[in-house]
C-alpha cells in the first residue's frame, strides 16, 4: 500500500505534487494538515502536537477534522511518529513532502529516520523539488532514474561499505567506501535505471542543479 505525507510548507509550490498525486491517499502532520485541507484533500491520517499551527488555522482543521493531538513534551518527533504509525498500518511505500527545508536539525533527524530499524525496510523517498533521499538496505538493487533528476550520489553510512555500481557515468566493483567519503558524488544514469549492489546500508540521494 502507498500513501503521501505532507509535513509542512515547501518552497515550490505544493500544486504540481497535488496533481500528480490524484486520487493517492495523504496524511498530514501538524502544519502539513491544514495545507491539505486548504488543498481540498481530506488527509487519511493526522499527526502531531500541533504546535506550528496558528489559531486560525487550528480552528480551520477542527472545523473539519477531529484530532487528537500527541503532548508537545515526548520521546520521537512527529514525522517519527507518523511514520512508524504508517508502517504498523502495512503501508509499505510512503512518499514524504515537506521534511527538507528549514531547520537543520529537523532535516538531518528526518533523514535520519530512514535508517530506523522499523522503516529501513520499507520504500521511504524523502521528496522536495531538488532532491530525491531513499534509503537502500545492503543487498543488490535495481534503481530507476527519478524523472526530472540529473545526478545521483551515494552516501556511505558506515566504513568499509563495498559497492558496486552498474549502469552509470562511473561505474564500481567492490570498491570500499569509508565513513565521509565523497567518492560517489554527482553520479549520473547513463540508462533509465542501473544496478547496485552494498554491503552495508547506503542513503541513495537523486538531484538536480
Known amino acids: 500500500?502507498?500513501?503521501?505525507?505532507?509535513?509542512?510548507?515547501?518552497?515550490?509550490?505544493?500544486?504540481?505534487?497535488?496533481?500528480?498525486?490524484?486520487?493517492?491517499?495523504w496524511a498530514g502532520v501538524d502544519h502539513g494538515v491544514f495545507l491539505l485541507l486548504k488543498a481540498g484533500?481530506?488527509?487519511?491520517?493526522?499527526?502531531?502536537?500541533?504546535?506550528?499551527?496558528?489559531?486560525?488555522?487550528r480552528r480551520y482543521i477542527k472545523e473539519q477534522l477531529d484530532i487528537n493531538p500527541v503532548p508537545k513534551e515526548k520521546d520521537d518527533t512527529?514525522?517519527?511518529l507518523c511514520l512508524t504509525d504508517l508502517v504498523a498500518k502495512g503501508y509499505d511505500s510512503i512518499h514524504v513532502y515537506g521534511a527538507t527545508g528549514g531547520r537543520m536539525d529537523h532535516t538531518l533527524a528526518n533523514v535520519h529516520l530512514l535508517m530506523h530499524?522499523?522503516?529501513?525496510?520499507?520504500?521511504?523517498?524523502?521528496?522536495?523539488?531538488?532532491?530525491?533521499?531513499?534509503l537502500l538496505p545492503s543487498g543488490n538493487h535495481t534503481v530507476s532514474r527519478q524523472s526530472g533528476m540529473k545526478y545521483v550520489s551515494f552516501v556511505p553510512?558506515?566504513?568499509q561499505t563495498e559497492l558496486s555500481l552498474a549502469g552509470f557515468l562511473y561505474d564500481l566493483a567492490d570498491e570500499p567506501l569509508e565513513f565521509g567519503?565523497?567518492?560517489?558524488?554527482?553520479?549520473e544514469f547513463i540508462e533509465d535505471s542501473g544496478e547496485v549492489a552494498t554491503s552495508h546500508d547506503i542513503l541513495m540521494i537523486q538531484s538536480k542543479d
Open 157 to 159: 553510512l558506515n566504513d
Open 1 to 25: 500500500m502507498h500513501i503521501n505525507v505532507l509535513v509542512r510548507e515547501m518552497p515550490e509550490k505544493l500544486e504540481p505534487v497535488f496533481r500528480e498525486t490524484e486520487n493517492e491517499r
Open 117 to 134: 530499524e522499523a522503516l529501513k525496510k520499507v520504500k521511504i523517498k524523502i521528496l522536495d523539488h531538488q532532491n530525491v533521499i531513499r
Open 181 to 187: 567519503t565523497t567518492l560517489t558524488i554527482s553520479n
Open 41 to 57: 484533500i481530506t488527509p487519511a491520517y493526522t499527526f502531531g502536537d500541533f504546535d506550528s499551527i496558528t489559531e486560525f488555522e
Open 78 to 80: 512527529d514525522l517519527a
